[in-house]
């Protein structure tokens, strides 16, 4: 997996894709790169493109990626010259009988950054591989990023602790929400925990793929819950990138999906959560 979707690795196939116009996978190839790209397709508009994996131009100029360092002074019209470049769309899918798949670009300048949705695709290939080993109670996490099968010892259900932003940071102590998501996977996305402050403004790593600015919403965390963790992972960051009404509107509208937010509302932080939500979290 590393291999075909790390962003940070010179050699994987995402990264020669990003750095030429297209990409041939042969039939006899695992497609990790493919699926990443397929379930990324799909969020992409049901999030009416809040989640858009095509930013990664703009993740390196707002100091996110490998070669991290913050903007100093903010080039509004370097902004929006990289906006031109994002935009799934630009990234074309043509598929051959013999197997092989092909990926091209629109725009020779479009990247792809699979960040915010390799890591759940990660979780759901290892709890595929325990569950063909034929092991059928699981917990399996990278990252924050979650999916468990089964129970723990004496029959017990797994617990996942939803950790807010406080200046503690303990997890044993400072959670918002106690939750059994049962034989499904979590995500959880912030800002809290990466960004950095320039001249007293916080920019956060969640980009708005339509302003190209650091997004910095109300919201503060966003976890999802469903059926496969890729799919979780991706919409806890489109969701990042709405503020806490449009999310929890697209959340409410899509019934696979259960979410629990935490949110700023003039300084004071609320949660907010799906009706659904409710039977998962514990007392």
Known sequence: INQQVNTYDPHALLSQFNQGTELTIEGNEPHHFGRNLVMAREIYKKTDGFFDPTVMPLVYYWGFGKNKKAVEEVDEKEIKKLLAYVGLDNIKILEYKNGSTTYKKSNPKSQLDFSAIAKGYAVDQVGKFLTEKGITNYLVEIGGETVTKGTKQRDEACTIGIVGPTKKMNPQQDYNALVQI???????????????????????????????????????????????CMIADGYATGFMAMGIDKALEVANAIPELEAFFIYDDNGETKVKYTEGMKTLIVE
């Open 182 to 228: 049962g034989d499904k996977a979590m995500a959880t996305s912030g800002d809290y925990l990466n960004f950095y402050e320039v001249n007293g403004k916080k920019y956060g790593h969640t980009l708005n793929p339509k302003t190209g600015y650091s997004a910095m919403s109300n919201i503060l965390s966003a976890s999802v819950v469903a059926n496969e």
